[in-house]
């Protein structure tokens, strides 16, 4: 094999692995965003109001359905596990064409027949701050 060739089949392979990650099982092991608890995820001037934004390093959205109302969602698409990609009037996975409700995770529509999981946050001046304990919405120093 000619070392073009070995070097082609090696940029393939590792093409292949990261498709897979992106669209991976959401069931295995701990959430990108955990490692988030407790800190600032977004600014809410960074946020529209009717619209929102990706969080990429933690795969989480953050919305704000009404002026003054954040939400966050978990961006792993419910369909296949893909990272949601943006956010207009609704979440959208762009993998298969999953669309969801900015104000409650909801299934617009499909494939994805599950919500995306809802996070708890809190907002701090301009800070929108996501909580630490996801029970009792509790961030730290809020």
């Not at 954040?70 to 596990?81: D, E, I, L, P, R």
Request: charged share 20%.
């Amino acid at each position: 094999m000619s070392r073009r060739r070995l070097i082609g089949a090696a940029g393939a392979a590792g093409a292949a692995a990261l498709g897979a990650a992106a669209c991976g099982s959401p069931d295995e092991g701990p959430e990108p965003h955990d490692a988030l608890r407790g800190t600032v995820v977004a600014q809410t001037s960074d946020i529209p109001v009717g619209g929102g934004s990706v969080v990429t390093d933690g795969k989480l959205v953050v919305t704000q359905p009404e002026e003054g109302d954040f939400k966050a969602f978990s961006a792993v698409c419910t369909h296949a596990g893909c990272t949601v990609q943006e956010v207009e009037t609704t979440v959208n996975c762009l993998c298969h064409g999953s669309e969801f409700d900015i104000a409650t995770g909801e299934v617009r529509s499909g494939p994805a027949n599950r919500p995306l999981e809802e996070l708890s946050v809190t907002v701090d001046g301009t800070d929108i701050v996501l909580d630490d304990d996801p029970a009792t919405g509790g961030a730290a120093g809020a």
